[in-house]
Each structure stands twice: as structure tokens, then as C-alpha cells.
């Protein structure tokens, strides 16, 4: 749009002033020819239509021209007409050269500026018409004119906002080049912004050069590096069809030859009938995002290859949990292809009991979209079995790419089946698949806490078979295992639901009864289980009939360590009362335990600082009361220096495996007393030492023996070791060869206090026993209960048959000791005869 300048109302008054033209006389005015023609000059208000004379005097003024210019007509009348030109189009002589060229070519036109009577300017269109006669001659030229200074002012505004849009296009980021597009639809560079200019590499100056003109073709290629014709570029197709392009991408090596990649729109520009007249075309230089796009997708290929060659399973799901895409590796997972899931919950996969927790899962990155969030479930095979994932879940529901949440799972099924078999190996006892003793505890503290809560007790049932040993050693380990396994499974049967068992160790079992409303509940459960055991077992072809003892414990507030203490102290006090029982823990038992406790630190003190003292008994023969020999006996001296006799220890020093020391140094003392009786020709011929039943299974007691008498210098048969009849019916083949061995030293066995055990001495004939003694019980009915008299009768007549010397034990009396001789005993041993005491009491052999 040209606009012009407009004049200084100043200098156009300054002007009028100045002007040369003089006033014409106003009579001239008012003749005219046609009176039609007049009326209608008159009429045309919006036209200001003059006369002027050939030299350019008003002759005529019409009342448009009063309401335009301002003046009435006799005060311009007769006065030059370029008193309506601005002071400086006067001042270069344009009036008059508008009458030439009018009165040259006939006509003249133009728009321009003009002042009024007050001074003020008026943008107009005058066209000035020269008026000849019939002859040519001029007569005149006819002037009209129109206010345009209405449509001026919207012209001012579009030009400001034409000033407007090129700031606007100046402060957009983008190279914006606008096209007009003309009636054969061709676009025609119109003008760039700066930045187009920079792009294109063209200064801005020569780029508005251009304007109207065809820009220079460029070596333009699309996105695939194909050149491109002119013809071809998106602000020309959008000329041609009036449709607007997009993201337009091309290429273009400048003009330095760098390749630079743009991306472009290209807008139809409409007017407001809708026709289109310009195009918008706007230039983006992409080319590091392209690049960097690029890069991406060379990356997103080389990731797509990885997750469809994973063995991972990746799935997309979309934000309710619908499968969009999951990856080749599903179908090892889960038995069913890819394409069979999309469309559907991947969830509906998952393991019934895991359900909720992948469910938590998606909602969780879907509330949290920045976390990775990793659990653990299982799914469910086609075929059924169950696999354990781990899996990661990501939210990339605002990535284009993607859209979606990516489930990343990795079978772990392995890992987790073994770390199982570990916890169950930690957990569990592997020949019965019983709980082991840390899991039991484990549920014992639950139980515990949960009858805090509820106030209803917790039990424990310690059960431990009855000389297990002996199955292990008479028919081998594997019976003895076989055994277990049986018992297990028996005991399991006599559980309440709730309750649970536990293996501890070798034969010992443990029942952790729940919600016991009364001990007599336990003492059922007890019963039930030892009936349940005492069932024959058939091992390996042999019936093994078993029975067990039972410790009970009943929670109140104890700790589980503590019950289960309490329980094994029920157990031994069992045990110890003659097995095949049960016993409910009590504070007196405590007390007993503690005692035991105490009495092994005392035993254990006494074996370290040398305070295990021997005395000795003598036996005499009968009825001359000669010595022949002593027993050993075995105290203690405790702290305070009193003597701590073997009865209170000895249990103890079992129980623990003391016995084991406590016997060697009682066997070394004897027999170095012994060694001093012999050389002193005292006539001390045999010193008789115990042997417990454990002294009696250790491998090396043969060695340890001959140890001592070669130590001391003595013949075996120096030496006699007393077992007791359990230890005898307890022992195994390798304890009978034990005991070959001994008097293959020469060494005497002797069968202790017989009749208590309730064993036939002739089922003991299979030992090499040489000497029996009658326990002193029976010695101390003998004169009065018949009944034991006849024990010690019959006892006697059997070891005479038997060829065995036989000692009675306990003799007190006189009378006991006639009453032996006459029933043909030939040994006595008792208070009688002599109290234990020190080797230097001793009383002599005659
Ligand atoms: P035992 O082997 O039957 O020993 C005889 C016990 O009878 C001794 O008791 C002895 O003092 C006691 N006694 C002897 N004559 C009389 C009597 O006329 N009247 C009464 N009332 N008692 C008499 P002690 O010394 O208390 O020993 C008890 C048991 O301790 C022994 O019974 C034995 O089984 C065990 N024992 C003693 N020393 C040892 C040892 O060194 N090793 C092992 N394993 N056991 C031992
Ligand atoms: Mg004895
Ligand atoms: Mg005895």
C-alpha cells in the first residue's frame, strides 16, 4: 500500500497566503447553458464539481464543493483553483501542470492531497477534464472531486497494522516468508521476515528486492533427499489448491553447503469473502532435532531389536491394563502368542493371590509416573504351572513412541525356587520334612504373641522315643531313619488343626499345640501320641515296637526359648522316671535342673582342680571275712570341702558325658592303689571299679584300660569292672565285643546291683560275666522277707551253676552275713566288713 506523506497544514496556509493568483470578478459566475445540467451538479452533495477557466479560475462552484472545501461560492469565485493545493505542490508549479497534462491528454487524475477553506487537508480523487467546443477550442476544465479521507484513515490502520504484523513476524522464532497468490494461482514473493532472511541466507534488503518477482530456485530436496522443483514446494502446491501443508520436512545444502534440515507449514491466507490471497509459508530449521531424532531412531531400532530378541517379557498396557503390545518372549512365559493377549488384561495372567498386588502396581505408576516401581508375582503357564517374574513397571504414557506403561518382566522362577530350597533347607528337616527347631521357635514366638492377645494358652509337647539307640545300633542307621519317618507321619495324624510338629534333633519331636483352654487338653494329646507310637512299626521286615516320653509345657507369659527349656526339663524328669510317660513341667522341676546344673559345675570344677577323691570298700570272702579285695567308689569335694557322694553326681556326670573323664581318673587312681597294695604283698589281690553304661560305648575303653594297667604294671585280672544290668541289656554288638575284648585282658566283669534290672541271669549268659552281686536291697530283707531270702537263695544257686562268684552286697549284720554263709554266698561287701573310706584305712587282708 503507498501511502503519502502528508503535507504541513502550516506551510500549505503559509502558501494560500503567498499566492500569486488574484480573485476573478464574480459576475462571470451563475450563466449556465443547460439549466438541467446545473440542477444536477447542484444535487451531486458528494461531489465537489468546479469549473475553471483555461488559465484556472473558478467560473463555477457547486455545493458539494461548499460542503467539501468549505467555501461559499462568491468567495471563490473568479479565484485560481490552486488555492485548494497544498502550499508546496503550489510552490512547484503542479496546479498548472495538472491543467497541462488535463488539457494534453484530456483528462488527469489522481488521489492527493488538498487543503480546505479552515486549513485542514483532505485526501482526495480529482479527475480534471479539459472542456473544448465543437471547434477544440479550450474552454475550460471541469474539476471534480471526492473525499477520500474517510477511507484514508482505514488505510492509516491497515498500514499500522501492517507495521504491526511485521513486528509480530519479526519476533516470531521462525523464518516466515508471505506470498501473494494471483488469479492463475501462482505464488509471488510478497516480502520475508528477518529470519527467513538468515535461513535462506539471503540479507534481508535484497530479500524485499525481490519483492513481486520470482525468487531464485533453490536446490532444495525432501525429506528423503529427493530435489524438488519449485513447483513442488509446499507454499506453491497451497497456492495452487488452497490447502494448507504441515510439518513440511526438507533439505536444503545452503549456500555454504552445509545440509540443514527445515521443517515448514504453509497457510492459505483468505479475505473476508474467503478468496485466497497470499500464502503464509514459515521456515523452521530442525536440523539438530531432526538429527537428533534421527539418532533416536537408529536407537529405538537397535532397543526394539533387543526387546524382541529378550528373554525378558516386555508388554505395553494402556492405562486400564489392556495388553497394546508384548514382546516374543511372552509366549515361553506364559504358553499363549503375543498376539492372542493384545486387546486384553495382562493381569487376568497373574496368579490369583498376586492379582491385587499387580494391580497396586499400575496404579501406582500411573499416580507416580517419575517412579520405576519393581515387584515380584507369579503368573499361571498355559500347561498350569506357576512361574515367578520379576518385573519393573514404567509410566511412558507421555512418550510418543510409546504411549503406554511398559511392563519389563524377567523370569526368576529359578532364582526363586532355589533361594525356596535353601529357605527350606534352613527351615525344614530334610528326612522327615518336618519344621525344623529354628522354625518352630519361629512359630512358637507367634503363637506366644497371639495368646498374649487372646489370653488363651500355647503348649508344648517334647517327645522323645525311648531308646532309639538301640534301633540305630541293632539294625543300622537306615532302620533307624525309616523309624523316624514312620513316627513322623504318626504324630503328624495326631495333630489338631492349628497345631504344628517340629523335628529338633535324632529321636526328639516337638507338638506346638494352639488354644489350650485346659492342661487336660495336653495330657489327652499326650496319650493319643504315645498310644500312636507304641503301634508296632514294621522295618525291613522286623517289628519294632517303640514308646516315647513326653515333657510338657503350657505357656504363662514364658518366652519361647524358655517353654521349650521348660518343655525338655518335663522330658528328662519323664525320662528319668522310668520313661514311657509324660510329665507337665512344674517349679520343682526347675529346682531339679537347677541343681543338675549346679552339680555339673561343681563335678566340672572337681575334675579340673583335682578334687575327685576314690575311697575304697572291702570285699571279704565268706564266712572268714578275709580281704580279697575292694571296690572303688568315686566322691567329690565341693567348694566348701564336704564330700559329694556319687549318687548326687554320678546321673549327672552321665547326662552330660563327664562320666567319661571321671571314669578314667577313678580307673587310674584304683589301679595305682591297687599296684601300691600288691607290691606292699598286702594281699589286696583285685580292686573292683564301675563302669557306666556310656563309659561302656566309648571305642576306645579297651585301649584306655590296658592303658592304665600297663601304666600301674598290673595283670588284668588285677582289675574287675562292675557293669550294671541295663547297661548290659542295653548294649549292642559292638559293646559285647567291648567286652570280650576286656577279659581278653583278663580283666573280671561283674554284674552290679542284679535284681534290681528284673533281667534272667541266664539271658545274661551271654556276657563273660564271672562275678555277680546281689543288690543290697535283697541283702536287707533277708531275715526278714521271705521273698527276698529266696531271691538271694535262688540267685545264689544260679552263680553257683553258673560257675560265677557271687557277692552280696550291703551286709550290715552278723545275722545277714550267717545267713549268706549258709546259703552258700562266698563274698560280702558292707558296712560289716568296713565303711568306704580313704586307700590308707583300708584294713588288712587278715
Ligand atoms: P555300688 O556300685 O552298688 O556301690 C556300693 C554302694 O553301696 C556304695 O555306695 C556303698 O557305700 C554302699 N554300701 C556298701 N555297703 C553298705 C552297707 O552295708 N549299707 C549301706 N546302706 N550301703 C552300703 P556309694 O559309695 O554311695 O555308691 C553308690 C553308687 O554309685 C555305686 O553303687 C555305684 O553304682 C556308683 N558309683 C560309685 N563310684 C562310682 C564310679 O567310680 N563310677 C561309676 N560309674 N559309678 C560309681
Ligand atoms: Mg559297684
Ligand atoms: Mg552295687
Given at each position: 500500500v503507498d501511502v503519502r506523506q502528508k503535507p504541513n497544514v502550516e506551510d500549505s496556509g503559509t502558501q494560500r497566503t503567498q499566492s500569486k493568483l488574484t480573485d476573478e470578478p464574480s459576475?462571470?459566475?451563475?450563466?449556465?447553458?443547460d439549466e438541467q445540467l446545473r440542477l444536477l451538479i447542484d444535487g451531486a452533495t458528494e461531489h465537489a464539481i468546479i469549473m475553471v477557466s483555461p488559465e484556472g479560475s473558478v467560473l463555477t462552484w457547486n455545493d458539494g464543493a461548499r460542503r467539501m472545501k468549505g467555501y461559499s461560492a462568491s468567495e471563490v469565485a473568479g479565484k485560481h483553483f490552486s488555492l485548494f493545493y497544498p502550499a508546496a505542490e503550489v510552490q512547484s508549479g503542479k496546479p498548472l501542470s495538472d491543467l497541462e497534462t488535463a488539457a494534453r491528454e484530456g483528462m488527469y487524475s489522481e488521489q492527493g492531497w488538498r487543503v480546505r477553506k479552515d486549513g485542514s487537508l483532505l485526501w482526495a480523487s480529482v479527475t480534471i477534464t479539459a472542456l473544448r467546443d465543437s471547434t477544440g477550442n479550450l474552454r475550460g476544465f471541469g474539476e471534480v472531486t471526492r473525499d477520500l479521507t474517510e477511507r484514508l484513515q482505514s488505510v492509516e490502520e491497515v498500514a499500522k497494522l501492517h507495521d504491526d504484523q511485521e513486528r509480530i513476524l519479526e519476533t516470531l522464532g521462525e523464518g516466515i516468508v508471505l506470498y501473494d497468490v494471483n488469479v492463475d494461482g501462482k505464488a509471488c514473493f510478497q516480502r520475508a521476515n528477518s529470519m527467513a532472511s538468515q535461513l535462506l541466507g539471503v540479507d534481508l534488503p535484497s530479500l524485499k528486492a525481490m519483492a513481486g518477482r520470482s525468487m531464485p530456485q533453490l536446490d532444495i530436496c525432501d525429506a528423503l533427499g529427493k530435489p524438488m522443483s519449485r513447483s513442488d514446494l509446499p507454499y506453491a502446491v497451497t497456492a495452487r489448491t488452497g490447502q494448507p501443508i504441515h510439518d513440511f520436512l526438507w533439505q536444503w545444502s545452503g549456500y555454504d553447503g552445509s545440509k540443514r534440515w527445515f521443517s515448514s507449514n504453509s497457510q492459505p491466507v483468505l479475505d473476508s469473502?474467503?478468496?485466497?490471497t497470499g500464502v503464509v509459508f514459515s521456515i523452521v530449521d530442525v536440523t539438530e532435532s531432526h538429527e537428533a531424532r534421527q539418532a533416536l531412531e537408529r536407537a529405538h531400532g537397535r532397543y526394539s531389536a533387543l526387546v524382541e530378541h529378550s528373554s525378558d517379557v516386555t508388554c505395553v498396557l494402556d492405562v486400564d491394563g489392556i495388553v497394546r503390545y508384548a514382546s516374543p518372549a511372552y509366549l515361553a512365559v506364559y504358553g499363549e502368542s503375543p498376539s492372542q493377549r493384545v486387546g486384553r488384561p495382562l493381569f487376568e495372567r497373574v496368579h490369583p493371590e498376586d492379582q491385587a498386588m499387580a494391580r497396586d502396581l499400575l496404579a501406582l505408576v500411573l499416580e507416580k509416573p517419575d517412579d520405576l516401581v519393581t515387584i515380584e508375582y507369579r503368573v499361571v503357564h498355559e500347561k498350569g504351572d506357576v512361574r515367578y517374574l520379576e518385573v519393573t513397571a514404567a509410566n511412558y504414557?507421555?512418550?510418543?513412541a510409546i504411549g503406554g506403561i511398559v511392563i519389563n518382566s524377567h523370569d526368576v522362577t529359578e532364582r526363586v525356587v532355589a533361594a525356596d530350597r535353601l529357605t527350606r533347607a534352613a527351615?525344614?528337616?530334610?528326612?522327615?520334612?518336618l519344621p525344623n527347631r529354628s522354625l518352630l521357635l519361629d512359630r512358637l514366638r507367634q503363637s506366644i504373641t497371639r495368646a498374649e492377645r487372646t489370653g488363651i494358652g500355647v503348649g508344648l509337647l517334647y517327645i522323645d522315643l525311648d531308646r532309639f539307640k538301640r534301633v540305630n545300633d541293632c539294625l543300622g542307621h537306615l532302620a533307624g531313619d525309616e523309624l523316624l519317618k514312620v513316627v513322623a507321619h504318626r504324630l503328624r495324624d495326631q495333630l489338631r488343626p492349628g497345631d504344628s510338629i517340629a523335628r529338633l534333633a535324632g529321636d526328639e519331636f516337638v507338638i506346638l499345640v494352639e488354644n489350650i483352654d485346659d492342661v487336660r487338653s495336653t495330657q489327652e494329646i499326650a496319650e493319643r501320641v504315645r498310644q500312636s507310637i507304641v503301634q508296632p512299626v514294621d522295618i525291613h521286615g522286623q517289628s519294632i515296637s517303640a514308646d516315647c516320653s513326653i515333657g510338657i509345657a503350657i505357656s504363662d507369659g514364658s518366652t519361647a526359648d524358655v517353654l521349650l527349656q521348660e518343655a525338655d526339663t518335663a522330658l528328662y524328669r519323664a525320662k528319668d522316671r522310668g520313661r514311657g510317660r509324660w510329665e507337665i513341667y512344674d517349679q520343682d522341676m526347675q529346682l531339679d535342673a537347677q541343681r543338675q546344673m549346679d552339680t555339673e559345675l561343681v563335678l566340672r570344677h572337681a575334675l579340673d582342680s583335682d578334687r575327685v577323691v576314690v575311697h575304697f570298700q572291702p570285699i571279704v570272702a565268706l564266712?572268714?571275712?578275709?580281704?580279697v579285695g575292694s571296690e572303688a567308689l568315686v566322691r567329690l569335694i565341693d567348694e566348701n570341702g564336704r564330700l559329694v557322694p556319687p549318687d548326687d553326681f554320678i546321673p549327672v556326670a552321665e547326662d552330660s558325658g563327664l562320666i567319661i573323664p571321671l571314669g578314667f581318673q577313678v580307673l587310674r587312681h584304683a589301679c595305682l592303689q591297687q599296684a601300691k597294695w600288691l607290691t606292699d604283698q598286702t594281699g589286696k589281690l583285685r580292686v573292683s571299679v564301675n563302669l557306666s553304661a556310656r563309659q561302656l560305648h566309648t571305642n576306645d575303653l579297651v585301649s584306655v584300660v590296658k592303658g592304665v594297667l600297663d601304666e600301674c604294671g598290673l595283670p588284668g585280672s588285677a582289675l574287675c569292672l562292675e557293669l550294671t544290668e541295663t547297661a548290659l541289656i542295653e548294649s549292642t554288638d559292638s559293646t559285647q565285643q567291648t567286652v570280650r575284648d576286656l577279659t581278653g585282658l583278663g580283666v573280671i566283669i561283674a554284674l552290679d546291683d542284679f535284681g534290681t534290672g528284673m533281667s534272667s541271669l541266664a539271658h545274661l549268659?551271654?556276657?563273660?560275666?564271672s562275678i555277680v552281686k546281689i543288690d543290697r536291697s535283697f541283702v536287707d530283707g533277708l531275715n526278714r522277707s521271705k521273698g527276698d531270702t529266696e531271691v538271694v537263695k535262688a540267685v545264689i544257686g544260679l552263680g553257683q551253676a553258673l560257675g560265677m562268684e557271687v557277692v552280696a552286697e550291703g551286709v550290715e549284720t552278723e545275722t545277714q552275713a550267717r545267713i549268706l554263709g549258709e546259703l552258700g554266698c562266698s563274698r560280702a561287701q558292707g558296712f560289716l566288713y568296713g565303711k568306704p573310706g580313704p586307700a590308707h584305712e583300708m584294713i588288712s587282708a587278715d
Open positions: 459576475e462571470e459566475i451563475g450563466v449556465a447553458s469473502s474467503n478468496v485466497m504414557l507421555d512418550d510418543e527351615m525344614y528337616d530334610p528326612l522327615t520334612d564266712p572268714s571275712g578275709r580281704c549268659r551271654q556276657f563273660p560275666i
